[in-house]
């Protein structure tokens, strides 16, 4: 039977946009529809409107407004952070340090170039799914040219230590090592963490405006002062020729407001997901048995927990869940639809029956305390019954009766 209560848990996912940026962007749409590249008044009216919302990006993440691209979103980004830069650099080598656990767009441009020839190191993300320091020290070369390391997971929220990173390539070019970058896909963690460029150290940093309430179809990438990097869009003079195509202004406008309040309610935000993050953690592991938490503890963004179940197939209990109307996802939604266990929980060690019962919940503004216990309510009974019917539970296995096979030697 399906449920009519509604509550949404994949806020990593995509977030509903915010009326406050649905308002701001609406005038673009109708009476201010300039092509910011027009020289009479409506083009200008627009090209103020991005000014201002690369001011207001710039500013959630303490960059010059100078130094962010305006690009379609996430996906893109990391395009042209990772190939733009490494089309930059190619004379200098030609050798990628990554992580094992980042978003697929980062795995499948890095496949891709290594397909070029690029040589990929992908580095362990052990059980706590934290890349080591040590590790990105130990793997250098001498042509090392990028450093891709995400900021936070999208699956289980985990922090990467990209200040310490950040520090070592300093290090490494005090020593005269003098091309060498370092890009961060912070699209799950801005707005849920501060970030300022200029502390954390990174070169290139990966943003989303959907993940922030705002609508989809607009993203940027931060390109520090002096960095150069290959522009992918040919044919026109938009973003400093980094991105050429008319500005998508309506969404670009969207993102400066989301990315604006996002700065002004970020400790209001996480302090409202964080508990109800501890809520369902707590009531959970008293409520259902045989689960095991992914991630670090502590080292992790305030709205995600990654739960697997054992016994359990996720898509089997997301489908459960859905049928009580509640929204989460199996790995990332990127990789969902696929039943293959997710590549992040599997790069934490974990064997393949807890990395296909992996559940993400993660939350957003706009969910209360009664929607963890509708959830936990939910997730206590499907859980059981799920479990009495697997064929990957021992004790459903012995207490069954099977019809006795007649012998066949
Ligand atoms: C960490 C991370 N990077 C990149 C992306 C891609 O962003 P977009 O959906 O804007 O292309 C996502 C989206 O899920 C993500 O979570």
New binding site residues.
């Given amino acids: 039977m399906s449920s009519t209560r509604r509550v949404y848990l994949d806020h ?3 977030t509903p946009a915010d009326p406050r940026v649905v308002a701001a962007m609406m005038p673009y749409l109708t009476e201010r529809f300039g092509n910011a590249s027009s020289v009479h008044f409506f083009g200008q009216e627009a090209r103020g409107a991005v000014d201002r919302a690369r001011r207001e990006v710039a500013g959630l993440i303490g960059a010059r407004s100078n130094e962010i691209v305006f690009l ?5 980004a ?1 395009n042209l952070a990772i190939r733009g830069l490494c089309e930059a650099v190619e004379p200098h080598g030609r050798h990628i340090i990554t992580s094992s656990i980042e ?1 697929s ?2 795995r499948g441009i890095c496949e891709a170039l290594e397909k070029r020839g690029w040589e990929i190191t992908r580095l362990p993300a052990y059980e706590d799914g934290i890349v080591k320091v040590e590790d990105v020290r130990s793997s250098l070369r001498t042509d090392t040219v990028l450093i891709s390391v ?1 900021l ?3 699956e289980i929220g985990t922090i990467q230590p990209i200040q310490e990173i950040a520090a070592l390539i300093r290090q490494e070019r005090a020593q005269g090592c003098k091309h060498l970058w370092l890009h961060t ?1 912070a ?2 963690a801005a707005g849920r963490i501060p970030i300022e460029v200029e502390q954390l150290g990174c070169d290139l940093l ?1 943003l ?4 922030l309430y705002a609508p ?1 179809g607009a ?1 940027a990438l931060y390109v520090r002062r002096g960095v150069r990097i290959s522009g992918q869009n040919v044919g026109g003079h938009q973003e400093r020729e980094r991105r050429a195509g008319t500005e998508a202004v309506p969404g670009i406008v969207a993102f400066g407001t989301a990315a604006r309040i996002a700065d002004e309610e970020l400790s209001v935000r996480n302090s409202h997901t964080a508990g109800l993050r501890e809520r369902l953690e707590s009531t959970v592991a008293e409520r259902v048995p045989d689960i095991v938490f992914n991630g670090h503890p502590d080292r992790r963004l305030s709205h995600i927990s990654n739960i697997s179940f054992r016994f359990i197939e996720g898509q089997s209990l997301l489908i459960s869940l859905d049928l009580e109307g509640i929204a989460v996802s199996t790995g ?3 990789s969902s639809g696929t039943l293959e266990p997710s590549p992040v929980i599997r790069a934490l060690g974990r064997n393949d029956e807890l990395a296909r019962g992996s559940i993400r919940f993660s939350f957003g503004k706009d969910n209360t305390v009664a929607d963890v216990g509708y959830l936990v309510d939910v997730l206590s009974r499907v859980a059981e019954k799920l479990r009495s019917l697997s064929p990957l539970n021992p004790k459903a296995m012995a207490s069954r009766r099977f019809p006795q096979t007649v012998g066949r030697d």
């Fill in positions: 990593s996912a995509t379609s979103g996430g996906t893109e990391n978003h767009s980062v995400m936070a997971n999208n896909d699209v799950q990966s989303s405006a959907h993940k989809k993203g990332s939604a990127c």
